[in-house]
Protein backbone atom coordinates (compact mmCIF):
# COMPACT_ATOMS: atom_id res chain seq x y z
CA UNK A 1 0.00 0.00 0.00
CA UNK A 2 1.43 3.43 -1.11
CA UNK A 3 1.80 6.21 1.63
CA UNK A 4 -0.24 8.88 -0.54
CA UNK A 5 -0.93 11.50 1.80
CA UNK A 6 -4.45 12.44 2.32
CA UNK A 7 -5.51 15.48 0.03
CA UNK A 8 -6.29 18.75 1.89
CA UNK A 9 -9.96 19.74 1.63
CA UNK A 10 -10.60 23.34 3.11
CA UNK A 11 -13.97 24.66 4.42
CA UNK A 12 -14.49 26.63 1.36
CA UNK A 13 -14.30 23.28 -0.91
CA UNK A 14 -16.74 21.94 2.17
CA UNK A 15 -19.16 25.09 1.46
CA UNK A 16 -19.39 24.43 -2.50
CA UNK A 17 -20.07 20.98 -2.12
CA UNK A 18 -22.64 22.05 1.01
CA UNK A 19 -24.50 24.33 -1.33
CA UNK A 20 -24.37 21.88 -4.23
CA UNK A 21 -25.99 19.70 -1.68
CA UNK A 22 -28.24 22.69 -0.52
CA UNK A 23 -26.85 22.29 3.29
CA UNK A 24 -26.28 24.92 5.75
CA UNK A 25 -22.97 24.33 7.03
CA UNK A 26 -21.64 26.19 9.68
CA UNK A 27 -18.00 27.37 9.88
CA UNK A 28 -16.73 24.92 12.85
CA UNK A 29 -18.59 22.14 10.90
CA UNK A 30 -16.90 22.63 7.90
CA UNK A 31 -13.85 22.81 8.72
CA UNK A 32 -14.64 19.19 10.76
CA UNK A 33 -15.99 17.77 8.11
CA UNK A 34 -12.84 19.12 5.73
CA UNK A 35 -10.47 16.80 7.85
CA UNK A 36 -13.24 14.04 7.55
CA UNK A 37 -13.59 13.81 4.10
CA UNK A 38 -9.57 14.49 3.33
CA UNK A 39 -9.14 11.09 6.07
CA UNK A 40 -11.99 9.44 3.73
CA UNK A 41 -10.58 10.21 0.38
CA UNK A 42 -7.28 9.48 1.52
CA UNK A 43 -8.68 5.99 2.53
CA UNK A 44 -10.33 5.46 -0.60
CA UNK A 45 -6.81 6.36 -2.31
CA UNK A 46 -5.16 3.82 -0.12
CA UNK A 47 -7.39 1.46 -1.69
CA UNK A 48 -7.03 2.09 -4.80
CA UNK A 49 -3.10 1.33 -4.28
CA UNK A 50 -4.25 -2.29 -3.82
CA UNK A 51 -2.92 -5.01 -6.36
CA UNK A 52 -5.73 -6.75 -6.74
CA UNK A 53 -5.48 -8.10 -10.20
CA UNK A 54 -5.10 -12.39 -9.01
CA UNK A 55 -8.64 -11.27 -7.19
CA UNK A 56 -11.57 -12.11 -9.03
CA UNK A 57 -14.25 -9.41 -9.13
CA UNK A 58 -17.56 -9.94 -7.40
CA UNK A 59 -20.87 -8.24 -6.79
CA UNK A 60 -21.15 -8.85 -3.35
CA UNK A 61 -19.34 -9.72 -0.40
CA UNK A 62 -21.49 -12.47 0.83
CA UNK A 63 -22.88 -14.81 -1.86
CA UNK A 64 -27.08 -14.42 -1.20
CA UNK A 65 -28.91 -17.08 -0.77
CA UNK A 66 -31.19 -17.44 -3.56
CA UNK A 67 -34.30 -15.35 -2.94
CA UNK A 68 -37.32 -17.82 -4.56
CA UNK A 69 -37.76 -21.28 -3.11
CA UNK A 70 -38.45 -24.31 -5.76
CA UNK A 71 -41.93 -23.55 -7.23
CA UNK A 72 -43.77 -27.14 -5.78
CA UNK A 73 -47.07 -27.87 -4.68
CA UNK A 74 -48.17 -27.90 -1.45
CA UNK A 75 -50.86 -27.66 0.87
CA UNK A 76 -52.69 -24.35 1.46
CA UNK A 77 -54.52 -23.07 4.37
CA UNK A 78 -58.01 -24.46 4.76
CA UNK A 79 -60.86 -21.76 4.74
CA UNK A 80 -62.16 -22.41 7.71
CA UNK A 81 -58.09 -21.48 8.70
CA UNK A 82 -58.04 -18.69 6.92
CA UNK A 83 -61.13 -16.92 8.07
CA UNK A 84 -59.82 -17.91 11.47
CA UNK A 85 -58.24 -14.43 12.04
CA UNK A 86 -60.87 -12.35 10.04
CA UNK A 87 -62.44 -9.56 11.95
CA UNK A 88 -65.66 -9.90 10.08
CA UNK A 89 -66.99 -12.90 8.49
CA UNK A 90 -70.10 -13.81 6.36
CA UNK A 91 -71.36 -17.19 5.12
CA UNK A 92 -67.56 -17.83 5.17
CA UNK A 93 -66.08 -14.92 3.37
CA UNK A 94 -64.40 -11.79 4.84
CA UNK A 95 -66.30 -8.70 5.20
CA UNK A 96 -64.34 -5.36 5.10
CA UNK A 97 -65.45 -2.23 4.82
CA UNK A 98 -66.84 -0.52 1.58
CA UNK A 99 -63.93 1.55 -0.33
CA UNK A 100 -66.14 2.88 -3.14
CA UNK A 101 -69.47 5.07 -2.70
CA UNK A 102 -72.53 3.34 -3.29
Given at each position: MSDTPAP???AREVRRIADLA???VSD???RALGADLARIVGYVRRLESLDLSLTPPTSHAVTPAPAVREDEPREGLSADAALEGAPRVEAGHFVVPR???T
Open positions: SIDQLDDDAVLP
